[in-house]
């Protein structure tokens, strides 16, 4: 699965308009993926995991922050996201099917923001692009 | 024991009573055929469906979603015993239309990002919370008498 042309330019172009809030969507995902799938928890029990906790909004921003470095690189997500895949695999070990959980927060977060520019094409996009980003985050897992 | 906790009804009957539904049904099927396109071999006969424009202005589509969320209303009114209110719709899908219950937790989820896209901030996280339980309670629901 990748991206054809039109996928990447409505990612680029909708990226613009994410990136000015960028730490907040972050932070929201979070937020949602706590909410609806409370076994996701257990992999932070050394953090505040209340909705507008500083630690919620830091790494909200984290999440953010490497997803803008893979829609920058956005040819070549495998190498842009290459330090963050080892650092899955080897120390932070998330199950793979936590990777679709937090995909699928980050579209409804994005979908409550952009309704606008959350088209039935962009849905899509998203979709496959943060397939890609899961993809690329476990492929060393073994 | 309640499926839902009374908070948690309360905010699925107060979003779904400013739902439409019979395009919110349009919506959600046509998008789940677009975003994942090897869905449509359940819906060979439906004609057009060459681009997400001709999917989601398609008719059959539309009257489809219409009767598809139809039926998941029908069965939140009896949200406490969802297994009983689909038995029937869980063996048509078996026997008769042969469809695979992952089909179903995609569905909601495409449900829960249209209901996002509508509802903006209104659709906040434990709105969203509640209606997962609802969307993977139908789906499971769906699935049980699948043999």
């Known amino acids: 699965m990748s991206l054809t042309k039109a996928e990447k330019a409505i990612i680029l172009s909708m990226w613009g308009k994410i990136s000015t809030q960028a730490d907040a969507i972050g932070t929201q995902a979070l937020e949602r993926l706590f909410a609806s799938y409370p076994q996701t928890k257990t992999y932070f029990p050394h953090f505040d995991l209340r909705p507008g906790s500083a630690h919620l909004r830091t790494h909200g921003a984290k999440v953010a922050a490497a997803l803008g470095d893979a829609v920058r690189s956005i040819d070549n997500i495998a190498g842009a996201l290459s330090k963050l895949s080892e650092m899955h695999a080897y120390v932070l070990r998330v199950d793979p099917v936590n990777f679709k959980l937090l995909s699928h927060c980050l579209l409804v977060t994005v979908a409550s923001h952009f309704p606008a520019d959350f088209t039935a094409d962009a849905h899509t996009a998203w979709d496959k692009f943060l397939s890609i980003v899961s993809c690329v985050l476990t492929e060393k897992y073994r | ?147």
């Open chain 2, 1 to 147: 024991m309640s499926f839902l906790s009374a908070e948690e009804k309360g905010l699925v009957n107060g979003l779904w009573g400013k739902v439409n539904v019979d395009e919110v049904g349009g919506e959600a099927l046509g998008r789940l055929l677009v975003v994942y396109p090897w869905t449509q071999r359940f819906f060979q006969s439906f004609g057009d469906l060459s681009s997400a424009d001709a999917i989601m202005s398609n008719s059959k589509v539309k009257a489809h979603g219409k009767k598809v969320l139809n039926s998941f209303s029908d069965g939140l009114k009896n949200i406490d015993d969802l297994k009983g209110a689909f038995a029937k719709l869980s063996e048509l899908h078996c026997d008769k239309l042969h469809v695979d219950p992952e089909n179903f937790r995609l569905l909601g989820n495409v449900l829960v990002c249209v209901l996002a896209h509508h509802f903006g901030h209104e659709f906040n996280p434990q709105v969203q919370a509640a209606f997962q339980k609802v969307v993977a309670g139908v789906a499971s629901a769906l699935a049980h008498r699948y043999h």
